[in-house]
């Protein structure tokens, strides 16, 4: 059974801090780790990682992929406080169809 | 720019009621989604469909069922509804194409309460 597991499961930082997610996986046939910001409604989409393309970055946020140690690191530099989301993270297996195995996120409360 | 919309925002029905809940693209996705979310559980799978006239179980199938209407709708059909069915629904769709695919989008959410 496919498995994501997502720490920490909270996290609470002041104005300006650095912050490191974590994102670790077990899945058969991996294809590809996605990171996800979740406010009030609708997830949206923030990276996604494969054995092509194992570090993005955007901004403040950046992500790499370790396949070795079959996980993945979410980095926030400088936060504000409308970095103030859960952060999930989820897997893709090859073959068939864009299924997405979802780890329990991360809720990050950045206070000013 | 539509996206994924989904009908109802907000729904609260009693036990054994029936109830659809309907979801729409405009990005001319083959494959949708139907996913739940309860309160420290992240999203979990419920149904899929691959291309217009497939569907296929998820992770948490039981007591739901599912219409690809045709290539932009996908409804999720409750038939006789449970408390522990009270959850936040998300519809996604996405173009998975070849290689490493593309992102799902997500729909805003039906937030159900059974009462």
């Known amino acids: 059974e496919d498995k994501v597991v997502q720490s920490p499961l909270s996290l609470v930082v002041h104005e300006g801090d650095t912050v490191t997610l974590n994102c670790s996986y077990e899945?058969?046939?991996?294809?590809?780790l996605l990171w996800y910001k979740q406010e009030k409604k609708a997830p949206t989409f923030l990276f996604m990682l494969?054995?092509?393309?194992i570090e993005k970055k955007s901004g403040r946020l950046s992500s790499i992929l370790d396949k070795k140690e079959l996980s993945s690191i979410l980095n926030i530099t400088a936060t504000q406080t409308g970095d103030s989301a859960i952060y999930l993270c989820?897997?893709?297996?090859?073959?068939?169809?864009?299924?997405?195995?979802f780890g329990k996120g991360t809720k990050l409360t950045v206070n000013p | 720019n539509a996206g994924v919309t989904q009908t109802p925002k907000f729904q609260v029905l009693k036990t054994g009621q029936s109830m659809t809940l309907q979801c729409a693209q405009d990005?001319?996705?083959?494959?949708m989604y139907w996913y739940r979310q309860d309160p420290g559980m992240g999203l979990r799978l419920i149904y899929y469909?691959?291309?217009?006239?497939?569907?296929d179980k998820g992770e948490v199938p039981n007591g739901y069922n599912v219409s690809r209407l045709n290539k932009r709708e996908f409804s999720l059909r409750l038939e006789s509804a449970a408390p522990s069915q009270t959850s936040v629904y998300f519809c996604?769709?996405?173009?998975?194409?070849?290689?490493?695919?593309?992102?799902?989008?997500f729909g805003d959410g039906t937030r159900l309460s059974i009462l």
């Open positions: 469909s691959a291309s217009e006239g497939t569907t």
């Open positions: 989820a897997v893709t297996r090859r073959g068939g169809s864009e299924k997405l195995v």
């Open positions: 990005m001319n996705h083959n494959s």
């Open positions: 494969t054995s092509s393309g």
């Open positions: 899945v058969t046939n991996f294809r590809s």
């Open positions: 996604a769709s996405s173009d998975p194409g070849q290689g490493v695919g593309q992102p799902q989008h």
